[in-house]
């Protein structure tokens, strides 16, 4: 482990502690993922809820999100920000 380098010898507070993983640097925004811990997807009623929350395409570009029932036809999908609007990717048949 070592400290991102700054202008200064010292570590400041505000920086971040990175890690070395075969050679290379690990953001600790990795570390999550790495360490097995699942990843939790903002849910929301429809995209009007999100925006409403403050949650908005241009706000959070490339940002996914759950809708529980904001698909066509009322039925749970996922959004993705294309930075303009949310894109709606239906949720199909189970995984095999």
């Known amino acids: 482990m070592r400290w991102r380098a700054g202008q200064n010898c010292a570590p400041a507070l505000n920086q971040t502690l990175i890690h070395k993983f075969m050679g290379k640097e690990v953001p600790r925004s990795f570390e999550k993922i790495r360490s ?45 920000s294309d930075g303009a609007n949310w894109k709606q990717v239906a949720i199909g048949a189970n995984a095999i």
């Open 36 to 80: 097995g811990e699942q990843i939790q997807i903002p849910t929301f009623t429809n995209v009007a809820a999100a925006v409403a929350a403050g949650v908005t395409a241009i706000k959070y570009p490339r940002r996914i999100i759950h809708l529980s029932a904001g698909g066509t036809g009322a039925v749970p999908c996922l959004a993705i």
